[in-house]
């Protein structure tokens, strides 16, 4: 069969398609992605192989009013495209997983009945996925509760989140090789997700000396790629100490860092923590507090009453309270290893799986109609 993929914005949305294209390649099927000219999409999912296809799309900017007409013109025009795009590759059906771009290739595939899958991350759902999933065939969610209150959704169906072949696969012993961290180090990964996260970098870098009095912890310190100059200025490293702190803007080996450590200092994007929960790494959970629908508290709620994190909400982590989860974090052996134990299984293991099979289904639905057809 022939899948279109669509997400754009942020890796959030992106790293679960790239996923799922993985497991439909291995079943046979053909895959493509669309999404924007110059979003990160464009490269990941051509980096991931995948045949890309390009479109105009923007969100609405309320300090800019002008924007609005703007942008549903932009959609409109992405829209005729992406139907043309259709009526050229023949797609068996289209999924896609949230960001402005899924609003004309979604439309285009209800245009032209071609099957609509939508993937969810999060426990709130977006924008995008709420206006498709009122038409899709199948509405597959991360967290059950992301449907809850929502009127008039397609069916729904609770998959997981599905979390690429890189990060389930990558050893411990390829992430120290990779970062050049001895075996008997502690490893403390701190990411702020796909766009890095100031607050958290600034909180975590203030505590450079306080971390570094063990001797033999490593930081892995991904700011995020717009941060990384203004960490690195902060943290003013002396090369002893830059030996055991190691900074990265974007870090295309993701799996591998997590591979490595032994603990982890996360914002609670939902594809961040289904990478976490699948590699089962003890963590310190600090939501974003701006995300639409404060959708990350959320994110972060099931993960915390399971034991396999703390949380601290982001106004806190220039309190004692952030420094002392973080020592606690590192110094308790035993909490991390119970949180360890708490984290396994709690991303579904087949969300990719349970994903390609309802894609599947959408795809035969389409078939069985073209069969009645002819
Ligand atoms: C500010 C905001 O609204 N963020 C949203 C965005 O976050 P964001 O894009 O940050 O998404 P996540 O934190 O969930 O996932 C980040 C992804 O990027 C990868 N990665 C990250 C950094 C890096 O240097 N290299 C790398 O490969 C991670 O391994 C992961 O696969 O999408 C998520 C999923 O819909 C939402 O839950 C978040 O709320």
Redesign the pocket.
Known sequence: MRIVLSGGG????I?PALALAETLEVRGHEVFFAGTPRGIEARLAVEAGLSYEAFEASGFDRAHPASLPQGIARIARSTKRAVAWFDRIDPDAVAVF?GYVCIPVGRAALKRRIPLVVHE??SVMGLANRYLGKRADAVCLTYGEAAEGVRGLGPTVVTGNPVRAS?LSATREEGREMLGIPDDALVLLV?G???GARHLNGAVAALKDRLLSHPSLHVVH?T?PKELDAVGERLALTPDQAQRWHL?G???E?GKCMAAADAIVS?A?????A?ISARAIPAVLVP?PH??AD??TM?ARSYVDAGCALCIADDQVDTPQFESALCRLIEDESMRASMTAAARGLNAADAASLLADAVERAAASRARTRGAEG
Do not use: K, P
């Open positions: 942020t890796a959030g949305h790293n949230g991350q999060n990060v990411t997700g796909s766009l991904v995020g990265f974007y870090q295309n993701m914002r994007g939902a594809t961040s923590l990478e974003f995300a639409t959708h990350q994110n």
